[in-house]
C-alpha cells in the first residue's frame, strides 16, 4: 500500500480539557438540531436534507477506511442498501421494532464488512478495489433475485419510522443528531490509539507493523467501523423515505459516495458532509441545463475531474491545509522532563539469543545458520560486506521475513514465529537504512506511534501521558522544539533522530538499529555518535548494523562478522576487526 | 467545525429557498401548471424525450380549445434520471410549487412506489404509467392509471395464444426487474387458470450481452409458444436474433417492446411475424388514428405508448378539471373517476373505484417491420 | 453434446470480447500502475464514431474503421493530456476517480449529443453466420474471435521483438530505470494511451454489430474485462486474454446449467475466490511479496 498523498495532519493539541474544547460543537450541534425540528421546510427541501444527512454517514465510513486508512471500498452502497434493507424488511414485514433493526442493520453490517476484510485485506490497493465491487454486484444481484426475502425489484414500501420522530421534520431532526454524534466519533478518532493506528498503516504499513501496530487487524477495524456506518445510514434512509428498492444501492451509486468523500477531503468528516451536500446539490443545480439531455451529467464528470485536479485534498482538506500549517508554525510545544529508559530484564544476562538461523529464498541461502548472542547493557555491531545477508538478517530479527529455520529469543521470550508488531511488543526497537516515518504526520505524532507499545511500562494513562512521553523521546535527541512541524519539514539527518526517538519512547529492551550512518555527513555522525553513548549509559542495550567502521568501531564493545550468510568472527571489537578472516572479507569484497 | 457546518446548513437552506420563492412570486395566477416528472437522463432518457412529445401535443391541442378554466395551460417538467432517489425528488421539488394542480408520474412502477409516500403528503392527483397492478390497489387515492394494469396484459397475451393461437404449451422470458416479473407472474397465472401452465419461466437480467442460454432452454422446453416480457430494446433485439440464429421459429406474444418502435428498428426481420399485446396501436380506433396524425405531423416519427398514455392523461385530465370547475384535488378525482366511455388514443377510458382507466390491451402484429392492429381483447372486471 | 459446443462457442466469443477490453485495461495499468474506469467507454465512442462515419455520413466501412480508429487515437493524446497527466505524481486514488469521472462526463456528452436512442451498426460480412453441423457460428463472432488471435501475436511481437515494444515494457517495470536509459518515460506513457484507446476502440467497434451501439454499451462490459484482468493476473497480456475467455465460457454455462438471472454474479464470484485462494492470477506474479 502506497501513502495516500490527500491527507491532512491532523494537529495535536491538548491543551485544555476535553469537554471545554468541544462544547462549542456541541452548542452548535444543537442549534442545528433544533433548526432541523423548527425551521419550516417545504417536502423538497425536506427530502434532500434527509438525503444529505443519511448519506453523510455513509461517507463518515469511507473518511474512516480511505482517509484513515487508506483502504479504497467500492461497496458503500451495498452496506448501506444491507442497512437499509434490515430496517426495511424488519418494520414493514416482520413487523420489528424500529430500534431492534436499526441495532441489527448496525450489527450485520459490522460482520459483513469484517468478514470481507478478512478475506481480503492482506491483499490492497486495485485487488481490494476489485473484490468490494464484485461484493457490491453480488448484494445487487441477491436484492434483484431473491425475491421470497427480499421482494425482488419491487422493493420494499410502507417502512415504518419510531413512534417517536412519526413527523419527518422531527425524523429529519433525530437523524441530524445521529450525524452529529457519529462526526463527533469520527472527528475524534485519529486521535485515539486506533485512529493513530490507522494512520500510521495509511502512510507505511512496513513501518507500521514494527512499530507494533497490528497492521491486518486494524484494516480490518477501519474496514468493519466503515461497513457498519454505512448500515447506520442505511437504516436512517429506510425509516426516512420509507421505501428502498435494489437499484438504490448499484455500484454507481456506491462511485457516487466515493466521489462525495474525496470532494469535500476524505480526511475529515466535515469534509465528507460538504462533499456529500455539495454532490446532492450540485445536479439539483444543474436541473436548469435539463433540456438537453445528459448535459448536466456531463458536467458533473468534468467538475469530478477539474477537483481532483486542482484540489487534491478536496474542498474541506484546502482550506483545513493552510490553517493546520498555520497553526503547527506557531504553537509552542510542551516543555518535556528528560526521557527515562528503563529496559526490561525478565531473561539473563543474554537478551538477544539468535541460534542457528537462517533464511533461504529459494536456493539461494542468505542467511545460513548464523548464532548471535548480544549481552545485555552495551552496544554489539554487526557487520559484514555488501550482500553478507546482514540485513536479511536484521529483517529476520524484526519478523519482515520469516526464518527458514532456527530459534529467536528476546530477553527470555521465543519470538521465532512473531509477526513484527508482536515481537516490539516483546520489546523489540528498530530503524531503517531508508528512512520510514508517517509521512502525513507531526514528529510528535510518529513518536506517540512508538511510545503506544503494548507493555510499555514508562508510559501512564491517557492521551496527556503519551504526548508527555514523546515529548521526551523528541528532546533527548534535540528535537523538542519543533515536535508539531510535518516530517517534510525536517532535514534527513533529522528524520533519522526522530526514527530514533520514535524507537526510545517505546522503552524497548533492545534496539536495532539499520545502518543509522547511512546518508548523514560528518557533523551528524558525529551527533549520532554522542546520541548512542548517551542511549548505553540508560542501560539500553543496542544491536547496530552499519558499514561506517569509525561508527562501529569506537560505538560497539562487542562485533559479529558476516560473510555469503555465515557468521565468520565474533567477540570483542578490537580484536574481531584484527581477524584475518575479517579483513580478507573487507579488502577482498572492495 | 461548528461555525462552517452551521454556515454551511444555513447557505445550503437559503440557496435552496430562494429560488423557490422567486418562482412562486411571478408565477401566480397566469395559467393552469401540470408538474410531469420523466426521464430526461439514465437509461431511459429516450422514452422519456417521446412521453414529454405526447404530453405537449395534447397540452397544444387542450391550448388550442381554450385552455382549462379559462386559463392556458402550462407543463412543468423535471427529470426523475430513471432512478427512484431522482424521482422523489424530482416530485417533491414539483410538489413543493403550491400552483401546480396536477401531475404526471412515471411509467415506471418503482418509480411510481417510490413517490406514492410523497404522493399521499401532498394530496393532489397524479397520472401514473406504471402497469404494477398494486399501484392502484393499495389504498392510494390520488393514483390514477393511463395505461392497462399487467394483469391485463397477462391475461391478452394468454387469451390471445390459446384462443386465438390454439397453442397451449408456452415457455415464458422476462426480465427480472420489476415490470418483467409482475409481467411473467400474471402471464403465469392467467394461463394456469386457463388450464395450460408454462412449461418454462425464464428470468434473465437486464443489459445481458448474451442470450444463447436462454434461447437454449426455450429450445429444450418443447414449447410451441413464446411468452415474454423484455423491459429494454436492445436486450430484446440481442435475444430476437439469437433466437432466430439458432432457429427457434414458434409463435410469439410479447409485452408492448416487442413491437415498440426502437426494437423493430435494433432487431429488423428477427422481429417479423411477432404478436404484440399493445396498450396502443395506431389502427385500433379513430382516436388513435387521430392521434397518430397529429403525432406524426409534429416530429415526424410513428407514435407508440410511451407518448399515447401522456397524450391520453393530460387530455383527460384538462377534461376534468374543466367538469370539476375547479383545481381543489378532490373535485378533480371526482371528475377523472367519473370519466367513462371516454375514447382516448390508449383505447376507451372507464375509469374504475381503484382509479385503473383501462381493462384492455390491443393485439399488434409486426408483419415485414410494419406494425399493423389485429384485435382488441376487452376485460369487464 | 449440440448444447455443449453451442454453449462454448457463444462463451468463447463473448470471452473474446472481455478479452479485448482487457488488454486496454492492462496495457495501461502496465504503464501507469492505474485502473482506467473509462476503459468501457473508449468502447462505446468508438462505435459512436462508426455510426457517425458510416450510417448518417454514409462513408464506406473501411474507410469509417480506418477514420475510426484514427479518431480513437487522438482520443487516447487527449485522454492522457486531460486525466492522467497532470495526476501522474499522485497515488492511485486520484487518478482511479479522475477516470471515474471521465467515465461519467464521456458517456453523458454522447448522451448529450446523440440523444438516447440505440443505434444499429452493420457488421463486417453480409452472411451472419454459417451453420457447422448442430452448432450456429455468428460471422461477427467468428471475426472477434479471429482478431482476438491476431492481437495476441500482434502484441507478442510487438513487446517482444520491436525496440519500441522493448521501450515500453522497460517503462512499464521500472520508470527510473528506463528514463535513466534515456527512454521519454511521457512519451512512452502517450504511445500507451493512444494504443490502448485504439485497442479498446476496435472491441468497441467489432461488438457494436451483436450488442447495438448505445450508451451503456461499454460500461457493463467493462466491469467484466476487468475481472478478467484479475483473473489473469493483473498486468498480464497473455492472462488478460485467457482471463477473458474463461470468464466468458464461466458466465456462459454457469446460466446454462446454473441460474440465468445469477449470471453477472458468477463472475464476481468467480473473482473472489481468485483473490482469497490465488491472488496472483493464473500467469501473475505474487502479490503478497510486491506489498
Known amino acids: 500500500m502506497s501513502a495516500s498523498d490527500n491527507m491532512i495532519p491532523a494537529p495535536a493539541v491538548r491543551s485544555r480539557p476535553l469537554i471545554v474544547r468541544h462544547l462549542p460543537y456541541f452548542i452548535g450541534a444543537a442549534v442545528l438540531v433544533t433548526l432541523a425540528a423548527g425551521m419550516r421546510f417545504d417536502g423538497y427541501i425536506l427530502n434532500i436534507l434527509l438525503q444529505a444527512t443519511t448519506f453523510s454517514i455513509a461517507v463518515f465510513g469511507l473518511s474512516v477506511v480511505l482517509g484513515l486508512c487508506g483502504q479504497i471500498n467500492l461497496a458503500q452502497a451495498a452496506f448501506f442498501g444491507f442497512g437499509a434493507y434490515v430496517v426495511g424488511l424488519g418494520t414493514a414485514d416482520l413487523h420489528l421494532n424500529f430500534w431492534l433493526c436499526l441495532v441489527g442493520a448496525c450489527a450485520i453490517t459490522l460482520v459483513a464488512g469484517a468478514f470481507l476484510g478478512m478475506s481480503t485485506l492482506r491483499l490492497g490497493g486495485h485487488y481490494l478495489a476489485m473484490v468490494t465491487i464484485s461484493f457490491q454486484q453480488i448484494v445487487t444481484l441477491v436484492m434483484i433475485n431473491a425475491i421470497g426475502i427480499t421482494h425482488g425489484p419491487d422493493g420494499v414500501a410502507n417502512i415504518r419510522r419510531p413512534e417517536l420522530f412519526q413527523n419527518s421534520q422531527s425524523y429529519l431532526a433525530f437523524c441530524v443528531a445521529m450525524l452529529a454524534i457519529v462526526g463527533y466519533l469520527v472527528w475524534h478518532l485519529p486521535d485515539t490509539k486506533l485512529g493513530r493506528a490507522m494512520r500510521a498503516v495509511r502512510d507505511n504499513e512496513l513501518a507500521a507493523g514494527v512499530n507494533g501496530i497490528d497492521v491486518f487487524r486494524t484494516k480490518i477495524y477501519a474496514f468493519g467501523i466503515c461497513a457498519l456506518l454505512g448500515g447506520l445510514a442505511g437504516g436512517l434512509f429506510a425509516g426516512g423515505f420509507a421505501y428502498v428498492s435494489p437499484d438504490q444501492f448499484s455500484f454507481a451509486e456506491s462511485i457516487v459516495f466515493l466521489t462525495m468523500s474525496l470532494l469535500g477531503g476524505v480526511a475529515s468528516p466535515i469534509g465528507s458532509v460538504i462533499g456529500t451536500g455539495l454532490l446532492i446539490l450540485i445536479p439539483e443545480w444543474l436541473r436548469f441545463l435539463k433540456s438537453v439531455p445528459g448535459l448536466y451529467l456531463a458536467i458533473y464528470g468534468l467538475f469530478v475531474i477539474l477537483i481532483i485536479r486542482f484540489m487534491p485534498d478536496g474542498i474541506w482538506g484546502f482550506v483545513a491545509d493552510a490553517f493546520t500549517r498555520w497553526r503547527a508554525h506557531t504553537k509552542a510545544p510542551p516543555a518535556a522532563a528528560a526521557l527515562q529508559l528503563k529496559p526490561a530484564t525478565t531473561g539473563g544476562d543474554i537478551v538477544l539469543e539468535v541460534t542457528g538461523l537462517s533464511k533461504h529464498f529459494g536456493g539461494l541461502k542468505a542467511v545460513d545458520g548464523v548464532d548471535i548472542a548480544v549481552k545485555r547493557g552495551g552496544v554489539h555491531a554487526l557487520i559484514g560486506p555488501n550482500g553478507s545477508g546482514k540485513t536479511t538478517t536484521l529483517n529476520v530479527l524484526s519478523g519482515l521475513y520469516k526464518a527458514t529455520s532456527g530459534r529467536i529469543v528476546l530477553d527470555g521470550t521465543d519470538i521465532t514465529t512473531m509477526a513484527p508488531h508482536q515481537r516490539t511488543a516483546a520489546g523489540l526497537g528498530r530503524t531503517f537504512q531508508n528512512i520510514r516515518l508517517f509521512r502525513s504526520m507531526t514528529a510528535l505524532e510518529n513518536v506517540e506511534i512508538g511510545a503506544e507499545r503494548r507493555g510499555n511500562t514508562m508510559v501512564g494513562k491517557g492521551d496527556d501521558a503519551l504526548t508527555e512521553r514523546a515529548m521526551e523521546a523528541l528532546t533527548f535527541v534535540g528535537l523538542g522544539s519543533r515536535a508539531n512541524e510535518l516530517i517534510s519539514s525536517f532535514s534527513y539527518g533529522h528524520q533519522r533522530l526522530i526514527e530514533i526517538a520514535r524507537a526510545l519512547a517505546s522503552n524497548p529492551t533492545l534496539l536495532l538499529l539499520d545502518e543509522p550512518a547511512a546518508g548523514l555527513n560528518s557533523t551528524e555522525k558525529l551527533e549520532l555518535h554522542e546520541l548512542l553513548k548517551r542511549i548505553a549509559a540508560q542501560g539500553l542495550t543496542i544491536l547496530i548494523i552499519d558499514h561506517d567502521m569509525t561508527l562501529v568501531s569506537e560505538a560497539a564493545q562487542h562485533i559479529t562478522v558476516l560473510n555469503f550468510g555465515r557468521r565468520i568472527a565474533d567477540g570483542e571489537s578490537m580484536a574481531v576487526l584484527r581477524h584475518p578472516d575479517v579483513v580478507s572479507a573487507y579488502l577482498g569484497s572492495e | 467545525m461548528k461555525l462552517t457546518r452551521r454556515e454551511f446548513s444555513a447557505g445550503l437552506a437559503a440557496g435552496l429557498a430562494a429560488p423557490a420563492l422567486m418562482r412562486s412570486a411571478w408565477a401566480q395566477g397566469a395559467t393552469i401548471k401540470i408538474g410531469m416528472c420523466v426521464p430526461v437522463t439514465g437509461p431511459a432518457a429516450e422514452q422519456g424525450l417521446w412521453a414529454q412529445n405526447g404530453a405537449k401535443l395534447a397540452l397544444a391541442a387542450v391550448n388550442k380549445a381554450g385552455g382549462v378554466l379559462g386559463k392556458q395551460v402550462e407543463l412543468v417538467i423535471e427529470d426523475d434520471q430513471t432512478t427512484n432517489p431522482g424521482i422523489v425528488l424530482a416530485f417533491s421539488k414539483l410538489a413543493a410549487q403550491s400552483d401546480i394542480v396536477a401531475f404526471l408520474g412515471s411509467i415506471r412502477s418503482t418509480q411510481v412506489q417510490a413517490m406514492a409516500p410523497d404522493v399521499i403528503k401532498v394530496g393532489k392527483p397524479v397520472m401514473i404509467g406504471g402497469t404494477n397492478p398494486d399501484l392502484t390497489h393499495s389504498g392510494n387515492p390520488w393514483l390514477f392509471r393511463f395505461r392497462p394494469n399487467d394483469n391485463y396484459s397477462g391475461r391478452v397475451i394468454a387469451d390471445f395464444g390459446v384462443n386465438t393461437l390454439g397453442k397451449k404449451k408456452w415457455a415464458i422470458v422476462h426480465s427480472t426487474d420489476a415490470f418483467g416479473t409482475a409481467g411473467g407472474k400474471a402471464l403465469t397465472e392467467a394461463l394456469t387458470k386457463m388450464g395450460a401452465p408454462p412449461v418454462l419461466d425464464q428470468g434473465y437480467a437486464n443489459q445481458s450481452q448474451d442470450f444463447t442460454p436462454v434461447v437454449l432452454a426455450v429450445k429444450q422446453s418443447g414449447a410451441d409458444v413464446l411468452g415474454t416480457y423484455f423491459t429494454f430494446e436492445n436486450d430484446l433485439g440481442i435475444f430476437a436474433r439469437q433466437l432466430r440464429q439458432l432457429g427457434v421459429n414458434i409463435p410469439w406474444v410479447g409485452s408492448p417492446s416487442v413491437v415498440a418502435v426502437s426494437s423493430t428498428k435494433l432487431a429488423g426481420p428477427a422481429l417479423f411475424g411477432t404478436y404484440g399485446v399493445a396498450d396502443f396501436a395506431e389502427d385500433s380506433s379513430d382516436a388513435a388514428k387521430t392521434f397518430s396524425k397529429s403525432y406524426r405531423d409534429a416530429y415526424k416519427t410513428a407514435p407508440d405508448n410511451q407518448s399515447a398514455w401522456p397524450y391520453d392523461a393530460i387530455t383527460i385530465l384538462s377534461a376534468a378539471i374543466n367538469k370539476a370547475g375547479s383545481t381543489d384535488p378532490n373535485k378533480i378525482r371526482d371528475a377523472i373517476l367519473a370519466t367513462q366511455k371516454f375514447a382516448g388514443a390508449e383505447g376507451e377510458y372507464n375509469f374504475d373505484k381503484n382509479g385503473d382507466g383501462l381493462h384492455g390491451y390491443n393485439v399488434v402484429k409486426n408483419d415485414k417491420g410494419k406494425i399493423i392492429y389485429d384485435k382488441h381483447i376487452d376485460f369487464n372486471d | ?291
Not at chain 3, 25 to 35: G, H, P, Q
Not at chain 3, 150 to 177: I, P
Open chain 3, 1 to 291: 453434446m449440440d448444447l455443449v459446443l453451442q454453449l462454448l462457442f457463444t462463451g468463447i466469443g463473448i470471452g473474446a470480447v472481455y478479452a479485448l477490453v482487457a488488454l486496454g485495461f492492462v496495457l495501461i495499468f502496465r504503464a501507469t500502475n492505474v485502473v482506467n474506469f473509462a476503459q468501457g467507454e473508449f468502447s462505446m465512442v468508438a462505435a459512436y464514431l462508426m455510426v457517425v462515419f458510416s450510417v448518417d455520413l454514409g462513408w464506406p466501412y473501411w474507410l469509417s474503421f480506418l477514420l475510426a480508429l484514427a479518431g480513437m487515437a487522438l482520443f487516447g493524446v487527449i485522454f492522457n493530456l486531460g486525466v492522467y497527466y497532470p495526476l501522474r505524481n499522485r497515488t492511485y486514488l486520484p487518478v482511479i476517480i479522475a477516470t471515474i469521472g471521465a467515465s461519467i462526463l464521456l458517456s453523458n456528452s454522447v448522451l448529450a449529443i446523440y440523444g438516447p436512442q440505440p443505434q444499429v451498426l452493420q457488421g463486417w460480412f453480409d452472411t451472419p453466420g454459417i451453420q457447422l453441423g448442430p452448432v450456429y457460428l455468428d460471422s461477427q463472432y467468428l471475426l472477434i474471435i479471429a482478431v482476438t488471435i491476431l492481437l495476441v501475436l500482434f502484441n507478442f511481437w510487438f513487446f517482444e521483438k520491436t525496440l519500441l515494444g522493448k521501450k515500453l515494457q522497460a517503462t512499464s517495470q521500472d520508470k527510473e530505470m528506463a528514463s535513466l536509459l534515456g527512454i521519454s518515460v511521457s512519451t512512452m506513457i502517450m504511445i500507451t494511451f493512444i494504443y490502448s484507446a485504439v485497442l479498446g476502440g476496435l472491441a468497441g467497434i467489432l461488438v457494436a454489430p451483436v450488442l447495438f451501439v448505445s450508451i451503456q454499451m461499454g460500461s457493463t462490459i467493462a466491469l467484466k474485462a476487468f475481472a478478467a484482468t484479475i483473473i489473469g493476473g493483473f498486468g498480464d497480456v497473455a492472462g488478460a486474454i485467457v482471463g477473458g475467455l474463461a470468464l466468458g465460457v464461466i458466465e456462459t454455462f454457469g446460466a446454462a446449467y446454473i441460474s440465468v438471472p445469477y449470471k453477472d454474479g458468477f463472475a464476481f464470484l468467480v473473482l473472489i475466490a481468485f483473490l482469497v485462494f490465488r491472488p496472483q492470477g493464473i500467469f501473475g506474479e505474487r502479490v503478497a511479496e510486491k506489498a
